[in-house]
């Protein structure tokens, strides 16, 4: 079973940027696609991004390409996600999900981003 925690949100101004770090600890964890999830006030949770853990292949939404970059650390077993040039519009509840098929079944606790103007 794979174990995530997210980190690295805060209240940041409109045009900063922001790393988000999602430890990954468990059995077998290089199997895993890790994606990157989002859920603003009175929205649906929507993807942002994924990464295969094994090979570094992303896929990103179209509404945040350009800006948001997935990335994996082998090392620190951490997958991060780098926000830049943030807009009020990026506030939400930012989730760290695992699958190892077509559905991710395995999240982190979340991590809050507020983005002010």
């Known amino acids: 079973q794979v174990q995530l925690v997210e980190s690295g949100g805060g209240l940041v101004q409109a045009g900063d940027s922001l790393r988000l770090s999602c430890a990954v600890s468990?059995?077998?964890?290089?199997?895993?696609?890790m994606g990157w999830f989002r859920q603003a006030p009175g929205k649906e949770r929507e993807f942002v991004a994924r990464?295969?853990?094994?090979?570094?292949?992303?896929y990103y939404a179209d509404s945040v390409k350009g800006r948001f970059t997935i990335s994996r650390d082998n090392v620190k077993n951490t997958v991060y996600l780098q926000i830049a040039r943030l807009k009020p519009e990026d506030t939400a509840v930012y989730y760290c999900a695992a699958r190892d098929g077509s559905a991710y079944d395995c999240w982190g606790q979340g991590t809050q981003v507020t983005v002010s103007s």
């Open positions: 990464i295969s853990w094994s090979s570094g292949s992303t």
């Open positions: 468990g059995r077998a964890f290089s199997r895993y696609t």
